[in-house]
């Protein structure tokens, strides 16, 4: 064996060695063979080295050189050749592709095998096998599996997006497929992609052909079929839907094409064009050949493909033959087209037909096949034949040694068995024993449809398995198995090759274990039972649990052999609070109740005893099979009874023994032994203090055991024991009082329509709640009569278990049923008790919620110490804030205390900052405090601290019971309010109770009120019960209407004339709050008390509004009776009223102290300092001195701050005190005079001060700019002194400013002169980057500051016949003269030269005496170099034609314009010299270019005739060869020639149609039709496609001034190009610019938009939510900007920012109707894009507030109609033909719902709403008739 090894290596090295020759000399050994030359293949070396093993093995008189000898043998019979060509011997052996060969790339022909949830598994051709995963069949189905993920991740629902189709609908099993090698997993299974783009990826464009069958996905479906993607780049299909008619029907199971399916299309022609016609019907596809004549490489052939074959050569396992003129395909020997497995018939040269199936491009290999069914494009049918039949004698009939056999099953049918399922040890080759004709017994394992094989086994282990699919299996079975690997669910066990089950974490022992592998370990034996079994999905799970695979006990599988009385086991499944789920084998589920749970004692916490996964036994109670309902017990033991009955009756009222407690409820018993229950919510009527009673409860029992006695509770019975349920009990103080008032109450004949009584909510269902009474009396509340309010969940209004008051609305004595109603509105105690009643009924409940939660503060163990400890009503402390969720305020006190609050107003409170609150009251429900940051309870509060002792005496006091008080609305509980009452004495907190008809329901009035609102309430309390004592707040009862007269208090009743003198001091109410004043309320006459009269003095910044608020007592004197006169219509009807002016000022309300106008004057004197208050804020400051005094201070006697004066309403507010001083006294309108913040009265300016200025006009002549300074004066800027760097223009940019930093130059009288530059104040003027790396000019001021020879730079002052004037000081002057301003010939130089250009010069020469200064702005002068450079490029360019437009100064040359004529204009002398028209500054050459008159022309030749010198035209006359001479024909045809083109270009000239070309071709249309936004476009677009931007933008700024002002559409279109250009081409500096230069020239919120869109297409999503921000500030009342942030936000994903925007709307928007817009709109988005169900909500409450809102519901049933919500739409539709609207509104109703019924219903639903249509029409006319 060594021997043959090493034999075997070096005959593999030498074919190693024998692959790396040279392809030429391979080329020229096969034309000229040469001794030595081996015809044996790698292929064939290896069988034969193969079979020479053999003999070696089992030929005992082999030698080991057989091999050699063998290989030899094959050289020698192959040496030889007939003369046609063809091989005398198979000797050849075809390689196919095995798993181990296939690479990455190679195509395949596969047949779906078996459709999966996430997979596809095909078969593919040479017994391969391969799966499609769900995101390998294309792009789009890829993006859909991935959307879905990625919000199942988030747990949202996808919304609005197409759902991934199921694998179902997108295969049908047979049918064939091309498909892509992405990856080999392993030697079994081949991962493949059915995707076109993988598919197709060696396609271009031009490979596709007519007749050409290519797989493509379905893009997009149209109007008349569907966009088809092959994958190729600029070719696609179309197919109308004609020609997928049959698909759909026979292969889509009659569905139409879903988006992403791939199909095989058929190219019916046109394969030139973009898109091409394709089919997709069988039909069509099938029989679809290639023709022979089709161009194709071997890149476009694909899998699936018909061609026409050509037979050429036999090889030993298949047959050569030839395809397509030039191309070879290998066929194997179970791919012939007989199936006979024989190549003994095969005829050479036989053209027959055969399909693709393997495409290798890599190794240029191809397969072909001749099958029968794959000809016909179909798979192979198996009949009858199932995996797992056994064949006792299998005819072998072909062996592929070493590799497989093929056997004869009978009926056509042949089975290929493998090397590994021969035997079941392993082997290297078939042994002797199978040879052709031999029988075998095989059994089918699978199948491979495309090869059309069914896999069979020869192995003796699979022979006598039991199973082999999971059709064999049988539920409850013991089986063994391997455990393949451990998952996050459980383990896989794999039973055989094909079948492999799943052990749930819970099934694998009756343990739960911590580490499954190590007591599973992968590939050992475990012993499982069948747990379920669902062959269809191929689905098997089991269980290793040792108590179900031990036991010996039948096992329950089926609901028909469930036997009332048998025990089972089982395994629970889940545990809740009413018992026990209990799931047997196979689907049986059963399920115990609590009381079924233990027989000796009553379970009230399952979850405390029982737990999931516990293995139990089960008795079976009742079983029904048919609803596959399971009753079982726990109690193993039968019927017996839990305790002696008899004992508890309804009624009784008695002690009980407490046995056990949990959080379900207290278990009882009774002397009896009769147990009893009472339940959590049983412990009061307010459903937040029962679990901390329970907690007290519990503390009790501990304590009772801990000494050793009973722990007992005096409980009312409210029903009976029944059945298994134990008595129920309770200790609602309202059911107990009912009861100790009615016994049992009525019998259900003593039932009467409208009798109100009090019971419990029993069960919420979807339709409403059932309200037991006591006695088991129990009836049902309609969902329509749970609330005045529309309800769409019953359990979020009631709780089960829930003290409700209802009210009996309907009895039916026949089935002894009754209906309630529990509306509110319906329950009122008002409706049926007078005030007083009310008033008495309400204390009493809510006295008994104070009793019930001061047993919880009495006690220390029922809620924390330290919250005890804090807990002191009406004190003042001191708090951090934690967090802040709106209006709600975290906080936390001392000792780690938990505490909430409700702000009144919005505050800007940041976490962890600290204030002062005022406790209220304890939330036990979360161990919390409930406090107030009102500064005004805060501040009484404080004040209270330095009297404790007269607390008690000062609240009963003033706190008079019936008097009627202003409650301020501080907390709200469903209970009750926590509020604030101000009283002449102070503010103090109080409970506010009220009549809601309802427990737990807060009224209208009530609920409407927002924290810091008022409402008047009678006081009924003036203390409560806290801890035993009457230190408690005071209690009152909250009016939804204004208090009668009789509820007035003894002060309040005298409504009789009031006398009020001046000097007077009287208690007023405040009213209002307004800017300037406090306006009060004395009994009946108004007052005011203005907001200088308030204090004597104040510190700047106080505003006189602090600590005030309407509903506070004052105290104030009266200064003055006001009479006002109210005029009617006659004298009669005409009225007085007084209103009273009044102070609070400590030094006027000493009553010695008389009342005399002088207090209301204000000394002005200039330079007096006084104290005012802001009562305007605008172009300066409004400043209230007193009532009747208000002065002026102007913005520049504010401050000298730039920031501050630019938003002066950020820093200023009205109502706040300042600090100023008179600058001038004298009336200007309203104003006394003006006043300075900045102190001091008007001084002189003096040389050297910085102070602030605003600019006013400029001065042409001068060159310079009036600035108005503070305190009247008004100075002057010389351009020079603007910057530090002169730019140009710069007196224009600073006049747009509002406000500048000036510093003074010079003071002469009133002549001031400023300076603006940056050296002087600090601070730039104009921020210009140019300006700021421009050299620094320096500051001139004076003739002797300049030196001869100087550089300088100046403005252009003036001009004139004899030069020009440049301005370079403010009193410096220069002159230029015209030989002085350029080097060359210039003729109009004023032009060139306007004024106020920034020129570049050089000092000539300069006379101090007249102070003259001669200046030069020749460019060899300024700037020598670049003189001598432009000569040089004028030397180089002479005789070239080029002349260059003239300037005079260097660096602004491109500023500098002139007329055509003028560029073309030069002196006679200068053309002779050869001399350039000018010269740029810089000494860059500029080309002149004329402007044609049809457009712009780049082409320079055309201009070549003009721009030439005459010397060139005569070297050029000399240098031409004169033309031959033309003949006459020659003359003639020229002519004809020249004619014919004439012809055509004015042909093409009139053809109006013709799209735009050339330049000139738009500026054609252009002329015509100037205002066409359209071709202004194209132009832009035009010159983009060529890459020139700035030709782009320069057309789009000529657009923009030659349309029509009037064409603002047109023109506005135009920015949106432009903003989109600069968006793709530019930068966001040059993009900013554009869009504020469209915001002054066209509507601003729709540029707004049209910008939102730009960044929203280029996804550059930050920069849209920033713009959104800026324009719900800017346009915040405008619910179209809302709506379209919503809509955006709502696109990226993000519903709640979306959600949270909608609260923010609602806030900024003030009309209630464009409310009702906004809320309208973002439900349509949740309906689109977010929570459909959401938006429903939405819609519901819109048309519950606003019912006769008709295009509300007709948009609400549109939203629902999408969803495909039918039944709820008609359901929407019943309601709204039952609403109380006018008959035109109800006509449109009834239209649309028969519209809808016609659409969605049926012919008797149409009649139907006709029916009620005419009935309320009768209706409606019966109502008017009798009217």
């Known amino acids: 064996m060594a021997k043959v090894d090493t034999a075997s290596k070096k005959c593999k090295r030498h074919d190693e060695s024998k692959e790396k020759t040279s392809v030429r000399v391979e080329e020229m050994e096969e034309n000229f063979p040469r001794g030595g030359k081996e015809d044996v293949t790698p292929l064939e070396r290896r069988v034969l080295r193969q079979k020479a093993k053999e003999d070696v093995l089992f030929n005992e008189t082999g030698d080991v050189k057989g091999s050699d000898s063998a290989v030899a043998g094959v050289k020698r019979a192959t040496a030889g050749t007939n003369a046609t060509g063809v091989k005398k011997r198979k000797t050849k052996i075809l390689e196919f592709p095995r798993p181990k060969t296939l690479h990455p790339g190679s195509l395949l022909l596969g047949a779906v095998q078996d459709v999966h949830q996430l997979e596809v598994l095909v078969s593919l051709p040479y017994n391969m096998r391969g799966s499609i995963a769900i995101t390998d069949i294309s792009d789009v189905l890829t993006e859909l599996v991935q959307a879905e993920a990625n919000l199942g991740d988030d747990g949202a629902e996808v919304a609005e997006q197409q759902s991934v189709p199921k694998m179902e609908q997108l295969f049908q099993i047979g049918s064939l497929l091309p498909c892509y090698v992405t990856a080999v997993r392993d030697t079994k299974v081949v991962s493949l992609s059915i995707n076109p783009r993988l598919v197709n990826a060696n396609l271009s464009a031009s490979d596709v052909k007519a007749d050409m069958v290519i797989p493509g996905w379905i893009k997009s479906a149209e109007d008349h079929g569907y966009i088809v993607d092959f994958g190729v780049a600029s070719k696609d299909g179309f197919l109308l839907k004609k020609n997928a008619e049959e698909f759909v029907e026979t292969c889509n199971k009659g569905k139409p094409l879903s988006r992403g399916q791939v199909v095989q299309c058929l190219i019916l022609g046109g394969a030139d064009a973009r898109s091409v016609p394709v089919t997709i019907n069988p039909s069509r596809v099938r029989p679809a050949i290639l023709p022979a004549t089709t161009t194709v490489i071997l890149q476009s052939l694909l899998p699936g493909v018909l061609v026409n074959i050509t037979l050429q050569e036999v090889a030993l396992n298949g047959v050569i033959g030839s395809f397509l003129g030039s191309f070879e395909g290998w066929v194997g020997v179970h791919h012939l087209h007989d199936g006979s497995h024989s190549l003994d018939k095969v005829q050479l040269k036989k053209k027959m037909k055969g399909r693709i199936v393997w495409v290798d491009v890599q190794a240029k290999m191809v397969g072909l096949a001749m099958c029968k069914h794959i000809v016909q494009n179909e798979c192979f049918q198996f009949g009858n034949l199932e995996i797992g039949d056994k064949f006792e004698a299998a005819t072998v009939v072909w062996v592929d040694s070493p590799r497989a056999l093929i056997l004869d099953l009978g009926n056509s049918v042949f089975g290929f068995c493998p090397l590994g399922l021969i035997y079941d040890e392993r082997k290297d080759a078939i042994g002797k024993e199978y040879k052709i004709g031999s029988r075998h017994p095989c059994r089918l394992v699978q199948f491979n449809r495309l090869d059309g094989f069914g896999i069979v086994s020869l192995q003796p282990s699979v022979l006598e398995r039991p199973y082999m699919k999971f059709a064999d299996l049988k539920v409850g079975e013991v089986v063994e198995g391997k455990v393949e690997r451990h998952g996050d669910y459980g383990m896989t066990v794999s039973l055989t090759d094909t079948i492999r089950g799943m052990v749930p974490r819970l099934h694998l022992a009756d343990v739960d274990l ?80 609590k009381l079924e749970l233990s027989s000796t004692q009553l379970v009230s916490d399952p979850k405390a005893m029982f737990s999931v996964g516990q293995t139990v036994e089960c008795r079976v109670v009742e079983c029904n099979p048919a609803s596959k309902e399971l009753k079982l017990s726990f109690r193993l033991d039968g019927d017996k009874p839990l305790a002696s009955t008899g004992g508890l009756d309804v009624s009784m009222v008695m002690d009980l023994e407490v046995m056990g407690i949990a959080s379900g409820g207290i278990n009882l018993r009774a002397p009896s032994g009769e147990l009893a229950f009472l339940p959590t919510p049983h412990l009061s009527d307010y459903l937040p203090l029962c679990p901390s009673l329970l907690k007290l409860h519990q503390a009790g029992l501990e304590k009772a055991t801990r000494e050793g006695t009973q722990y007992t509770l005096k409980v009312t019975v409210v029903c009976k024991k029944l059945n298994f349920r134990p008595a129920l009990v309770t200790l609602k103080s309202s059911i107990v009082e009912q009861i100790r008032k009615e016994g049992k109450g009525p ?54 278990m829930q003290t409700v008051r209802a009210k009996i609305a309907e009895v039916d004595t026949a089935k002894e049923r009754f209906l309630l109603t529990l509306k509110p509105s319906d329950l009122k105690m008002g409706n049926r008790l007078s005030q007083k009643e009310v008033f008495e009924d309400s204390l009493v409940q809510f006295e008994r919620l104070l009793g019930e939660r001061d047993l919880l503060l009495r006690d220390q163990g029922a809620l924390e110490g330290t919250l005890m400890k804090a807990f002191r009503p009406g004190s003042c402390t001191e708090a951090e804030v934690t967090g802040v969720q709106g209006n709600l305020v975290m906080l936390e006190l001392g000792d780690r205390v938990k505490a909430k609050g409700v702000l009144h107003a919005q505050t800007d409170l940041e976490v962890g900052s600290n204030v002062t609150v005022c406790i209220l009251d304890v939330d036990v429900s979360d161990s919390s405090l409930v406090v107030s940051l009102n500064p005004r309870l805060v501040e009484a509060g404080s004040a209270k601290k330095s009297v404790k002792g007269n607390k008690k005496k000062l609240q009963h006091s003033v706190m008079e019971l019936g008097s009627t008080v202003m409650a301020t609305v501080e907390y709200k509980t469903p209970y009750y309010v926590l509020c604030s009452c101000s009283t002449i004495a102070g503010v103090y907190p109080a409970f506010g109770i009220f009549d809601a008809g309802q427990l737990g329901c807060i009224p209208d009035s009530v609920a409407k009120l927002k924290p810091g609102e008022q409402i008047s309430a009678v006081i009924l309390r003036q203390a409560s019960v806290l801890r035993s004592t009457l230190d408690g707040p005071p209690i009152v009862h909250l009016l939804s209407t204004p208090p009668t007269r009789q509820h007035l208090s003894s002060t309040q009743q005298h409504m009789g004339p009031v006398e009020v003198n001046v000097g007077d001091i009287i208690d007023v109410v405040v009213q209002k709050i307004a800017p300037t004043q406090i306006n009060v309320k004395h009994r009946l006459l108004r007052g005011r008390i203005h907001c200088t009269m308030l204090k004597d003095s104040v510190e700047k910044g106080f505003f006189f509004s602090k600590g005030i608020g309407p509903g506070d007592v004052i105290r104030a004197r009266v200064i003055a009776c006001n009479e006002q006169h109210s005029e009617g219509v006659s004298d009669k009807l005409a009225s007085k009223t007084t209103v009273l002016d009044l102070t609070t000022k400590p030094s006027l309300m000493d009553p010695s102290v008389p009342i005399t106008k002088e207090i209301m004057e204000v000394d002005l004197t200039p330079g007096k300092v006084v104290t005012g208050y802001i009562t305007e804020v605008g172009k300066g ?65 003096k040389v050297g001060d910085v102070i602030m200025g605003h600019p006013l006009s400029l001065l042409s002549k001068e060159g310079g700019l009036l600035v108005s300074l503070p305190f009247s004066s008004v100075g002057r800027v010389d351009i020079t002194n603007v910057t530090d760097h002169y730019v140009d223009n710069p007196l224009q940019a600073v006049k747009k400013l509002d406000f500048i930093k000036c510093y003074i130059l010079s003071v002469e009288g009133d002549k001031i002169e400023l300076s603006l530059r940056a050296s002087r104040t600090g601070e730039e003027v104009i921020k210009a980057e140019a300006a700021s790396k421009a050299p620094v000019d320096p500051e001139l001021r004076s003739v002797e500051d300049l030196e001869v020879g100087q550089l300088i730079r100046g403005y252009v002052k003036a001009s004139s016949n004899v030069g020009i004037f440049v301005r370079l000081g403010p009193s410096i002057d220069g002159r230029v003269k015209i030989t002085n301003l350029c080097d060359g010939f210039v003729k109009d130089f004023k032009s060139i030269h306007p004024v106020g250009k920034l020129v570049k010069a050089k000092v000539l020469g300069v006379e101090l005496g007249e102070k003259k200064v001669e200046l030069s702005l020749r460019l060899s002068h300024v700037d020598p170099a670049a003189a001598k450079e432009l000569r040089k490029t004028q030397g180089k360019g002479k005789g070239k034609g080029k002349k260059v437009r003239p300037s005079s100064d260097g660096e602004n040359a491109e500023e500098s314009s002139s007329s055509e004529e003028e560029e073309a204009e030069v002196s006679s002398e200068e053309e002779e010299d050869g001399e350039e028209e000018g010269v740029t500054g810089g000494g860059k050459v500029t080309k002149a270019t004329l402007k044609p008159t049809g457009g712009f022309v780049w082409d320079t030749s055309q201009l ?142 729709t540029v707004f938009f049209k910008l939102t869109s730009i960044y929203t297409r280029a996804k550059k999503f930050d920069l849209a939510e920033q713009l959104y921000q800026t324009m719900i500030k800017r346009f915040g009342a405008s619910v179209k900007v809302w709506t379209h942030y919503g809509l955006f936000l709502m696109k990226q994903g993000r519903l709640q920012a979306a959600r949270s925007l909608l609260q923010k709307c609602l806030k900024n928007i003030p009309s209630k109707q464009h409310h009702v817009d906004a809320i309208s709109k973002f439900a349509q988005l949740e309906f689109e894009y977010g929570e459909p169900e959401r938006g429903a909500t939405e819609f519901e409450s819109l048309v519950s507030t606003y019912p006769k809102r008709v295009d509300l519901w007709s948009v609400y049933i549109d939203m629902m109609l999408k969803k495909g919500e039918i039944k709820r739409v008609r359901e929407i539709f019943e309601r709204a033909i039952h609403l109380k609207i006018s008959a035109k509104k109800m006509r449109f109703i009834f239209k649309r719902y028969v519209e809808f019924e016609k659409a969605h219903g ?26």
Request: glycine fraction near 6%; hydrophobic fraction near 35%; charge should be neutral.
């Open 747 to 800: 019998a259900f004949s003593d039932l009467k329509v409208g009798m109100v009584r009090v019971g419990f909510i029993k069960k919420t269902m979807p339709y409403g709640c059932f309200v037991e009474f006591p006695n088991n009396c129990c009836g049902l509340a309609p969902i329509k009569s749970l609330s005045d309010e529309f309800v769409v969940n019953p359990a979020d209004l009631y709780q089960e």
């Open 1181 to 1245: 400051l409004n400043i209230a001195l007193s009532s009747s005094i208000l002065v002026h201070a102007p913005p520049l006697l504010v401050t000298n701050k730039i920031e501050v004066l630019q938003k002066l309403s950020s820093h200023y507010t009205p109502g706040e005190a300042v600090e100023c001083t008179v600058v001038k006294h004298g009336s200007s309108g309203r104003c006394k005079g003006l006043v300075s913040l900045m102190g001091g009265p008007a001084v002189e300016p």
């Open 1504 to 1645: 070549k005739n003009d721009l030439s010198s005459s010397e060139e035209e005569e070297e050029e006359d000399k240098l031409e060869e004169p033309p031959a001479k033309k003949s006459k024909r020659q003359k003639r045809a020229t002519k004809m020639a020249e004619e014919a083109s004439l012809y055509s270009t004015e042909q093409i000239l009139m053809d109006t149609n013709r799209p735009p070309e050339t330049p000139d071709d738009f500026d054609r249309l252009l002329v015509s039709r100037p205002n066409s936004s359209a071709i202004w476009v194209q132009y832009m677009a035009f010159h983009l496609h060529t890459a020139e931007v700035d030709k782009a933008r320069a057309i789009a700024q000529r657009a923009l001034k030659t349309i029509s002002f009037r064409e603002e559409r047109e023109k506005l279109n135009v920015w949106v190009a432009l903003m989109n250009l600069e968006n793709i081409y530019g930068t966001p500096e040059s993009l900013v610019e554009v869009f504020e230069e469209a915001l002054k020239q066209n509507d601003t919120q």
């Open 1802 to 1827: 049926t012919g008797a639903h149409v009649e139907s709403i006709r029916e009620k249509a005419r009935t309320y029409v009768e209706s409606k006319a019966l109502d008017n008739a009798t009217d």
């Open 514 to 593: 911590k580490n499954p592998k190590a007591r599973f370990k992968e590939g050992g034996v475990v012993k499982c039972r069948v747990l379920s079994l669902e062959p269809e999905k191929r689905r098997l799970l089991l269980t290793c649990k040792r108590s179900l695979v031990q036991s010996a006990k039948e096992h329950l599988c089926d609901y028909s052999r469930a036997k009332p009385g048998e025990v089972y086991l089982g395994v629970i499944a889940a545990v809740r609070d009413i018992g026990c789920v209990v799931r047997f084998f196979g689907d049986v589920v059963g399920r115990v109740h």
